[in-house]
């Protein structure tokens, strides 16, 4: 092996920006070594400093960290979570990172600097940083205009600290509720995922950072909810739920890179799937940016899956199936590949295939040019010299950034049942009760960095402003006597304090139960990566205490803070009010006292189904007619509510429902129009659903997809009138010899509240031969209002 560094390189043609970033990176290419070349294709996962100095490597449990030193020579791809590891100043870690960049460039003959990737599943997963509310809150909302300006403020913040790439969006569609990162998930359906998913890949895209599509492909379908379960699912439920949302994605927000799902599906691993990397993401939807290992996925090839025997097989394996950049740190792609293609093992064209697509990204990026300056946005114009005098000058969680984080958390809260008690009118005396009730941390997933990191660190203050459920109804109600009683812990299994919550609700006008779960990992919470549960009963003894709550015969409003559906027993019928909402962030709390006040009308709308009963799973709303209530069954997974429900303060009228083209060829355009008006005394928004029932298809089909929405606001008494126009696309699905294909027949289109709530119904038919469509076929319906 040839490990020394050669002399400073003979040309710089990649510096000519009057070049295409192709033609740069080939030019830089022709001038490596193999050792820079693997170097350019890992990561070294780091912390940045507190004090301003030179990031550090980060000691994890998977491998000792390399030395900095020995690597810098021949260069580095990027740096793995310089913010997301340590607790650091927005400010001071800024200069860690520019000082290591300037490090990074300078060891290597060819001035090239890392490519620095976050997290950032809700928001930029940094100290000091917005805590947004969770993705499935993002689904809530069905609001993809919404999720495109938040996504786009987290750019800015990622950017304006020197960070290139995010981890997010997840594109994995719910299968089994009992999965611990359900939270991460945008919902069960993959029209509503991909169509959110895709507005934060053209926010964070629009701010110049690189957008990673995950978990590619069928991570969410583990057997029994397990994380990293295998997968078993079959070719068409892949082509037909769990692939339309990275399609989508790559089509409309042309992301620049997708991250491989750690999963095998039907024994193939996903690192190691050649078809699904390279065949379908590649050669058949066109995509151009990199393939990203999920952490560790590579050497998980060898040690979980067993498809490889060595370190470097597992390194050929990936390569071959099209992954490019070993992450969090270098591994497989180091030593071990370097020794197989200097014998022969691996192709080294294998290496400069994936090798040039890095280099094209960093030459998108900046990181080629003759003029990079490491110095980001947030440090133009400070003093550099002395680091003291930035600590506090950057700000992460700027004024604009919690609005918007309100913003979206008041469209998610969904309003599931109501007997008219909400908006509460000024009560006098409120029992708030539950473990949720005076948690600051309740309204954070696990990927919020006061949980993911700052649970490690105690004595650092949590770095944002989250106000607990007792301070915000505290600040919404004034006059109001508030006495609060845990009751229980969340999943705890002490009763003890039942006693005194029940005493709370008998002395109080209103009870509010604050519920759900505790984000962690690995078991370290309720909900989260690796926090799976074998039922979806209320966690420890939250059930029994609603129960003894619900007996003490004041109105209860139970108030669900979770990372994922329950089932919520007696309290579906016999609660005066059900409020759901799914970790909503920084600003979530007073989103829900607003909710409860009335001052916020809700018009969240459930992105996943709330069972019936704890142990139905896996079941979603998209399931065929043999996986509801049969007489053969003695379960029934029907759902207390179905995907899609949600209420308001206000009602509204769908009528004067007309079919505009009843009849279509299998290439045609079929169309609807209805009168939806709001009846009730206030504005409010409705969120119209539009599904598909295919009654007869050559296999089986779901009862019903959503294939459309548009969420609309009307005063109180205005009414529109909703055209809608549903290309025959949209009844495409996988046959039977897995092409996808369009069949004549006749079909329902159904305008709904929800998925088990349709108020009109067309019937109309496609006529002609069954027609083949391919990957640029058309994706959505259109609506427009007159």
């Known amino acids: 092996m040839n490990l020394a560094v050669p002399p400073p390189a003979a040309t710089t043609r990649w510096r000519d920006r009057s070049l295409s970033p192709e033609e740069r990176a080939d030019a830089v290419l022709a001038e490596m070594t193999l050792p820079e070349k693997l170097a350019q294709l890992v990561g070294v996962w780091v912390g940045a400093s507190d004090e301003g100095g030179d990031v550090a490597p980060h000691q994890h449990d998977m491998e000792e960290p390399p030395a900095l030193d020995d690597l810098l020579p021949f260069g580095l791809g990027q740096l793995t979570r310089p913010f997301g590891t340590v607790p650091v100043d927005p400010a001071l870690g800024a200069l860690s990172l520019a000082r290591s960049q300037q490090r990074i ?42 999720i495109r300006r938040m996504a786009a403020a987290i750019g800015r913040d990622l950017r304006a600290v020197g960070v290139h790439q995010g981890l997010s969006p997840v594109l994995d569609v719910v299968r089994d509720a009992r999965w611990g990162r359900v939270e991460e998930t945008i919902g069960e359906d993959p029209y509503l995922v991909g169509t959110v998913a895709t507005a934060y890949v053209q926010g964070l895209e629009s701010a110049g950072i690189v957008a990673t599509l995950k978990h590619f492909a069928g991570y969410s379908a583990s057997r029994a909810g397990r ?122 064209a294998l290496v400069d295939r994936a090798l ?40 992460l969680d700027r004024p604009e950034n919690r609005a ?72 919404e109600f004034p006059d109001s006597e508030i006495r609060t009683a845990a009751g229980a812990s ?79 027993g007696r309290a579906v019928t016999e609660a005066a009010a059900l409020v759901q909402t799914f970790f909503p962030g920084e600003a979530g709390t007073e989103a829900i006292a607003a909710v409860l006040s009335g001052r916020t009308n809700p018009s969240g709308r459930l992105p996943v189904s709330i069972p019936a009963r704890p142990a139905v799973q896996p079941s979603t709303y998209l399931a065929a007619r043999l996986a509801g209530p049969s007489e053969v069954s003695s379960t029934d997974p029907s759902p207390a509510f179905g995907f899609g429900h949600g209420i308001g303060y206000t009602t509204f009228a769908w ?14 355009e079929l169309g609807l129009a209805f009168t939806l008006r709001n009846t009730g005394e206030r504005s409010g928004s409705e969120t119209v659903q539009l599904y598909l029932h295919d009654p007869v298809a050559s296999v089986v089909q779901p009862v019903l997809r959503l294939i459309g929405y548009r969420r609309i606001t009307l005063d109180a008494g205005e009414r529109t009138r909703v055209w809608v126009r ?45 027609r083949v469509l391919d990957h640029t076929r058309r994706l959505h319906a259109d609506f427009h209002r007159t």
């Open 105 to 146: 460039a300078a060891a290597n003959r060819f001035g090239i600097p890392a490519l620095a990737h976050e997290e950032c599943l809700a928001g930029f997963a940094a100290w000091g940083a917005t805590a947004y509310p969770v993705p499935l809150s993002w689904g809530a909302t069905f609001d993809p205009d919404l």
């Open 227 to 348: 994380n990293l379960a295998p997968v078993g699912m079959g070719t068409r439920e892949r082509a037909d739920v769990i692939l339309p949302p990275f399609e989508m994605a790559v089509r409309e927000g042309r992301p620049r890179s997708v991250m491989h799902a750690y999963t095998d599906t039907d024994g193939v691993p996903s690192a190691a799937d050649e078809e699904l990397l390279t065949g379908l993401l590649r050669d058949t939807w066109g995509f151009e940016g990199t393939v990203v290992a999920d952490y560790f996925g590579i050497a998980f090839l060898k040690v979980l899956h067993g498809v490889a025997g060595d370190w470097a097989e597992a390194a050929a394996l990936a390569l071959a199936s099209g992954v490019d950049v070993e992450l969090p740190t270098v591994k497989t792609f180091g030593e071990p590949l370097l020794r197989a293609v200097e014998d022969g093992t691996v192709p080294e």
């Open 356 to 395: 040039r697509r890095v280099l094209v990204q960093k030459a998108q990026l900046g990181l080629l040019d003759e003029d990079w300056d490491a110095v980001p946005a947030a440090l133009v114009g400070r003093p550099l010299d002395d680091p003291h005098t930035l600590r506090g000058s950057f700000d």
């Open 404 to 475: 918007l984080a309100r913003e979206i958390a008041e469209q998610a809260v969904v309003l599931l049942r109501n007997d008219g008690t909400l908006p509460l009118r000024r009560p006098r005396r409120i029992a708030l009760i539950g473990p949720n009730a005076d948690t600051p941390t309740s309204v954070l997933g696990c990927y919020a960095f006061p949980v993911h990191v700052g649970s490690q660190h105690p004595g650092i203050p949590v770095g944002i402003e989250l106000p607990t459920l007792y301070q915000a109804l505290a600040a």
């Open 490 to 568: 969340v999943d705890g299994l002490d009763t003890s304090g039942f006693a005194e919550a029940v005493e709370a609700a008998r002395q109080a006008d209103v009870v509010i139960v604050a519920l759900g779960d505790r984000a962690g990992l690995f078991g370290r919470g309720t909900s989260g990566e690796g926090c799976d549960v074998e039922s979806l009963e209320l966690p420890g003894v939250q059930q029994q205490m609603l129960d003894a709550l619900l007996d003490s015969g004041k109105p209860v409003v139970p108030v669900l803070l979770a990372g994922r559906p329950y089932a919520l």
């Open 655 to 668: 009528t004067d429902l007309e079919v505009e083209q009843a009849a279509a060829t299998t290439d045609g």
């Open 726 to 770: 549903v290309p025959a696309d949209l009844a495409s699905f996988t046959g039977r010899d897995g092409r996808r294909i369009v069949e004549p027949g006749e079909l329902e289109l159904r305008v709904a509240a929800s998925s088990t709530d349709v108020r009109l119904t067309a019937t109309v038919r496609l006529d002609g031969p069954v």
